[in-house]
């Protein structure tokens, strides 16, 4: 009866969305007080019963219910349970149930913890937060079914991918999900504030923290999954500028814009029409990417379905989530102030600048991740792969870097420029200074050598905030701020040394040959059969050398029989100065094996890099939480 409960939470978690919709109409079009009181309440109740539709779904892998249809197509008994439970979401129908759960209980949250809005525009909030889930819902129960049956129940399951059977399924999908539902509440607080014509910095102040979380929890999912890839595909690569990463990496374009918008809203009076603008965007891009991971119009190892009705139906939903939402803000766009006035050369000016070169990357990326989609639809084959955005994307990125920089060295509204020349003096002589001895003493390209360059001079610009301030007395959102662009510089350097110097060796290796592979001396010692849970497979001993220190690694071929698959599990050794990537390949006729090795250096620092911009956004997150708690406690005493 299990999978019987968890559908019937289902539908009703479904029907609580649509009473919630309705109370929120009735209330905010009425003014019926009574009806307004039930919306929070009624908020809450949906995001614990969907939470338990999905926690009936885990218990359902987690037993290997071989009745369940989804449990037959997705997992198997002899899996270990790591997998059986993250498996529940290693689907499209699971996947899209984790989707909802984590929207039900963000709204949940919303009605909870929002106590500074007004109230007409938080029911608008939570109305417009439960037209999202409702529509989501539908696409569940009539399309997408998690609890369907299967008759008469197979002995066993199918299995999972086994390019999923890894740890990062555990982590990767409900971060990035948590931050694409943290978008869509920030997306509802503008549809609210739109209805009840409330854009001013008392919603930004509200929609702040939502936006943060989101941003810090895209931040994490994006980093771990590009080192999941890397490590998981065995292909020496951080960034394949595949269509399913793109899907991840324009939501967090468009809320990076969106953070530093509302900020300026919040702070200042200013961008209300961009920080509106710029939450729809962001929620498109949300959605886009649901709909391209689902659609079933893609071949990627991350795209779930493979049924273009499905896709249909979510395309349908986000012509009428973004089609409303753009009506809404032209219809009352209008009505929306302008806001405080800023000069140019002013920090205002810094983040209008970044936010539009956002947009163009963002641009670029939906162009060349889209564009491929329509040609095929008019019968022509293309692939845009790194070259083009490298090309088009990386120059317009190396001069956001460089605006970064700058910006937190001007003064809010109005600066002098010749005294933010006079600021920029270390940064930009950092900046030249490294230029010039790469040139003297590295040969690499010209988009390398400015990345390099531009991250030492943004990595002495991220520090200069707290030059000369007592820093016990510093806020902690401005470390946040501070750790954050940090970490880009760090990012930025750790993907421009990789490009730049890494070095790969493809060999046939005899045992006890040695091989060249950057400062190490490889040698294969030999090749035994290994066995795991749920795969067989063959396991290299490669002992690698350097300045008289070896470490042994030990890379694998597996073979999976449910479903029959092969993958290789790549050995990676992490050097304080980059990593040994090591692959193992299939066999000659001459007893010989093929081996992929690479040296990458500084490599690590693109992951490091991605660990500190989130710790930024949380330290800048538990900062504004806990000045805004101590002014609310001023305010309550006053």
């Known amino acids: 009866m299990t999978a019987e409960a968890g559908l019937a939470a289902l539908w009703l978690a479904a029907a609580l969305a649509a009473l919630q919709l309705v109370a929120a109409a009735i209330g905010l079009a009425r003014g019926r007080e009574d009806v307004v009181a039930a919306v929070r309440p009624i908020a809450i109740v949906q995001g614990v019963v969907v939470a338990l539709s999905l926690a009936l779904l885990i218990a359902l892998f987690l037993a290997s219910d071989m009745s369940v249809k989804l449990v037959v197509e997705n997992s198997h008994s002899a899996k270990p349970w790591l997998y059986k439970f993250a498996g529940a979401w290693g689907n499209h129908e699971g996947s899209m149930l984790l989707w909802v759960a984590i929207l039900g209980l963000a709204g949940g949250a919303v009605a909870?913890?929002?106590?500074?809005?007004?109230?007409?525009?938080l029911i608008a909030t939570l109305g417009a937060q439960a037209a999202i889930a409702l529509g989501f819902y539908a696409f569940l129960l009539f399309s997408s079914n998690p609890f369907a049956r299967v008759d008469p129940a197979p002995a066993d399951g199918m299995g999972l991918n086994p390019l999923l059977q890894d740890p990062g399924l555990a982590f990767h999908p409900p971060t990035l999900y948590i931050g694409y539902v943290g978008i869509s509440v920030a997306f509802s607080f503008a549809v609210g504030a739109l209805i009840t014509r409330d854009v001013a910095p008392s919603f930004a102040r509200a929609m702040r923290p939502w936006v943060l979380g989101a941003w810090i929890?895209?931040?994490?999912?994006?980093?771990?999954?590009?080192y999941w890839a890397y490590y998981e595909l065995g292909?020496?690569?951080?960034?394949?500028?595949?269509?399913?990463?793109?899907?991840?990496?324009?939501?967090?374009?468009?809320?990076?814009?969106?953070?530093?918008?509302v900020t300026v809203l919040a702070t200042r009076d200013g961008l209300r029409a961009w920080t509106v603008m710029l939450a729809v965007v962001a929620f498109s891009m949300s959605m886009l990417g649901t709909f391209l991971v689902r659609s079933g119009i893609l071949t990627s190892v991350h795209a779930f379905a493979v049924d273009p009705e499905r896709g249909a139906f979510i395309l349908v939903l986000l012509a009428i989530y973004i089609g409303g939402a753009l009506t809404l803000f032209a219809a009352r766009i209008g009505t929306v102030r302008a806001g405080t006035a800023f000069e140019l050369v002013s920090r205002e000016g810094a983040l209008v600048l970044n936010n539009l070169l956002l947009t163009v990357i963002l641009g670029i990326?939906?162009?060349?991740?889209?564009?491929?989609?329509?040609?095929?639809?008019?019968?022509?084959?293309?692939?845009?792969?790194?070259?083009?955005f490298d090309k088009a994307a990386g120059?317009?990125?190396?001069v956001l870097v460089a605006a970064m920089a700058v910006g937190p060295l001007l003064r809010w509204r109005r600066d002098d420029a010749g005294a933010v020349i006079s600021r920029s003096t270390w940064p930009i002589a950092a900046a030249a200074f490294t230029a010039a001895g790469l040139v003297v003493f590295a040969d690499i390209g010209v988009l390398p050598l400015a990345g390099i360059a531009l991250a030492v001079g943004l990595a002495v610009a991220s520090v200069a905030p707290l030059w000369g301030r007592n820093l016990r007395r510093t806020p902690l959102f401005t470390y946040g701020m501070v750790v954050s662009h940090l970490g880009i510089a760090v990012s930025l350097a750790g993907m421009a040394a990789s490009s730049a110097f890494t070095t790969e060796t493809l060999v046939a290796a005899q045992p006890g040959v040695p091989v060249r592979a950057g400062p190490f001396s490889v040698v294969l010692d030999g090749i035994k059969p290994v066995i795991g849970a749920n795969w067989s497979g063959l396991e290299a001993r490669l002992s690698a050398t350097r300045d008289d220190t070896t470490i042994v690694l030990r890379p694998q071929s597996r073979f999976f029989a449910d479903p029959p698959t092969s993958t290789n599990e790549s050995a990676i050794d992490?050097?304080?100065?980059?990593?040994l990537y090591t692959v193992l390949g299939q066999p000659d006729t001459q007893g010989r094996w093929q081996l992929r090795l690479w040296w990458k250096p500084l490599v690590t620092l693109i992951w490091l890099g991605g660990a500190l911009i989130a710790l930024g956004g949380l330290l800048a997150l538990v900062g504004r939480v806990r000045r805004e708690g101590r002014a609310a406690a001023r305010a309550v005493w006053a």
Not at 112 to 121: D, G
Not at 217 to 226: C, K, N, Q, V
């Open 235 to 261: 292909w020496g690569g951080w960034w394949f500028w595949d269509p399913v990463e793109n899907a991840s990496l324009m939501p967090w374009l468009a809320a990076t814009a969106l953070l530093h918008s």
């Open 574 to 579: 992490t050097q304080w100065d980059g990593q």
């Open 217 to 226: 929890f895209l931040t994490l999912g994006i980093t771990a999954g590009s």
């Open 395 to 398: 120059p317009i990125a190396l």
């Open 365 to 388: 990326v939906l162009i060349g991740t889209l564009y491929p989609i329509v040609a095929a639809g008019m019968g022509v084959q293309l692939s845009i792969g790194a070259p083009f």
């Open 112 to 121: 909870v913890l929002e106590r500074r809005l007004a109230e007409p525009t």
